[in-house]
């Protein structure tokens, strides 16, 4: 097997324990139905585990977009290999996101909440509020990135890092991921909002496109900032593209306050269309 269908592979495996927990736990009428949020960080660290079980010997399990890019920023991945890897995480992503459709199609069709369809393929704020949302994704995904490398510096029995990492993403999910449900993988979130945007889901609604980028930039700028803070502080080595993608983290992070500003002044403006003032009363 070449490394691409390992990427491919290994993200389906990611998908389809990952958003097959999150169907399982807001879908009506499912068994494990209102299971709560530590069924659904555990479902995702263990599909993270058994991914990585089964292709890390192929393509080294990236399974992320941030991931691959975190590691080409530092010369541990050869640049010419990732939009390769990242296409087949795409791909991976969205098929896994269609059989666990295909799984638990009867209860979607119980499920008449537009927002708990979504939530089975993609994420969402708890609280809109873009600055927050983008910088949520990016710390959660720099945790995960800086975890990834520090997990594997240290020396474990052989076969339990894979499980180590799971661990990490489960801790991640419990502590940062209350805020926009922790994509922290582009791959994970948009491929499955494909597949939620052409897939014959019943009532199903918006695929809500006007946030998909926050889950992609973030975890992508999150991630490479992630590897070079590693390899500054870790290892002495401070890479050029350090300066880069804090640059590019303070440009979208300014982006994030004027998309606020705008939307705070459009969903004003609406209020007053809808509720005009009343004149005073002779």
């Known amino acids: 097997m070449t490394p691409f269908w390992g990427e491919l592979l290994g993200t389906m495996i990611l998908i389809?324990?990952?958003?097959?927990?999150?169907?399982?736990?807001?879908?009506?009428?499912?068994?494990?139905?209102?299971?709560?949020?530590?069924?659904?960080?555990?479902?995702?660290?263990?599909?993270?585990?058994?991914?990585?079980?089964a292709v890390g010997d192929i393509s080294g399990a990236h399974i992320n977009p941030a991931v691959t890019v975190g590691l080409a920023t530092i010369g541990e991945f050869p640049w010419a290999q990732v939009p390769g890897y990242i296409i087949a995480q795409l791909i991976g992503a969205?098929?896994?996101?269609?059989?666990?459709?295909?799984?638990?199609?009867?209860?979607?069709?119980?499920?008449?909440?537009?927002?708990?369809?979504?939530a089975v393929f993609s994420t969402s704020p708890a609280i809109r509020h873009t600055p927050s949302n983008f910088f949520s994704e990016a710390f959660g995904t720099f945790i995960l990135v800086l975890g990834i490398l520090f997990i594997g510096a240290n020396a474990f029995t052989e076969g339990l890092n894979p499980l180590i990492v799971?661990?990490?993403i489960v801790a991640i999910g419990l502590s940062l991921g209350g805020t926009t449900g922790y994509a922290i993988n582009p791959a994970r979130d948009l491929g499955p909002r494909i597949?939620?945007?052409?897939?014959?889901?019943?009532?199903?609604?918006?695929?809500?496109?006007?946030?998909s980028w926050v889950p992609v930039a973030g975890p992508i700028i999150g991630g490479g900032l992630g590897a070079l803070f590693y390899a500054a502080v870790f290892e002495g080595v401070i890479h050029p593209l350090l300066w880069v993608f804090v640059a590019?983290?303070?440009?979208?992070t300014v982006l994030t306050f004027m998309l606020e500003k705008r939307h705070v002044k459009m969903h004003t403006e609406k209020q007053v269309f809808h509720n005009p003032p009343q004149g005073k009363k002779a």
């Open 94 to 118: 969205f098929i896994g996101a269609s059989l666990v459709f295909l799984q638990y199609v009867a209860h979607f069709n119980k499920t008449d909440e537009q927002g708990l369809k979504l």
């Open 248 to 252: 590019l983290f303070a440009a979208v």
């Open 166 to 168: 799971g661990f990490l």
């Open 195 to 211: 597949a939620h945007a052409l897939l014959p889901i019943k009532g199903k609604g918006s695929s809500e496109w006007w946030y």
């Open 16 to 53: 389809i324990f990952g958003a097959g927990v999150v169907a399982g736990v807001v879908l009506r009428e499912t068994k494990s139905n209102a299971g709560g949020w530590i069924v659904i960080t555990a479902g995702w660290g263990l599909g993270v585990a058994l991914a990585i079980y």
